[in-house]
């Protein structure tokens, strides 16, 4: 049984280190050839933009969380990943409102801080 745990908690310090390696790794291309994808990022900013969803968020949330909150949702619809952990590999490569990286805590204490009066509210301003 101990020597399973041993390799249990080997296995998840190697996949820790190497998790870590590849987030160093994109950091450092994304450094070294200083560019970030657009293309995509930019539609979404126009479609949010015409559609109303910006200025309701700002509205609501004030600039700073209405960006992070925009950023979040570039990262599900660009990546097709709700693991919100994940974001900062999405920084590194795209370009977003926000324009830093959003930690998971900071994601978590984002969303439990939206109430449904500010949904409902957000709703009713892009109608």
Partial sequence: M??????LAESTRETKKKAKEVETLNAVVSSVSGKKKAGLTYALGQIAS???FIPALRSLFGEKAANQILSLSYYVLATKNDALDDFNYFDSSYVHPYGEN???SQSSSLLACITAEQVN???KAIR
């Fill in 2 to 7: 101990k020597n399973l745990q041993s390799k």
């Fill in 50 to 52: 015409q559609e109303g």
């Fill in 102 to 104: 959003i930690s998971s």
């Fill in 121 to 123: 509210e957000f709703f």
